[in-house]
């Protein structure tokens, strides 16, 4: 079974957001369901700082050594961080998606992340067979 924390936010295409402590700050990664999905992951293409997006954009790749996946920006913002550990080591999706694995940080309004399904509802998505790549 993945582990889904409760205090994130999901979206169908298996990112997530993760709270930190200024609320217009979020950080955004692939969840548990997404890297067991992908398999091991070999390469990240990842955004610039200051490149800015929209609810449901591509900001980046996911290189598994069964496929290449867009990575999807749940809810509008700018990036005002990237994760450069990636960069050398990509495993980190996925031994550890929610914590050293993280990809990039948003600054968005704060409003826009209510409106993801919460943890509750991300399970029952998995459960209705949701899993799919996107």
Known sequence: MSSIPADLRYTESHEYLKPTADP???????????????????????????ASYGAHDSFGTIEAVKAVSDIYC??????????ARLEGEPSLVNSSP??????IKLKVNPADVAGLMDAAAYEKHLAAGGGGHH
Not at 27 to 36: H, L, N, R, S, W
Not at 98 to 103: E, I, K, L, P, V
Request: hydrophobic share 50%.
């Open 74 to 83: 749940p809810v509008a913002g700018e990036v005002i961080e990237v994760n």
């Open 98 to 103: 929610f914590d050293d694995g993280w990809m």
């Open 24 to 50: 217009s700050i979020v950080c955004v990664g692939v969840t548990d369901f997404a890297q067991g999905e992908l398999g091991d992951v070999v390469f990240l293409d990842l955004p610039k700082v200051g």
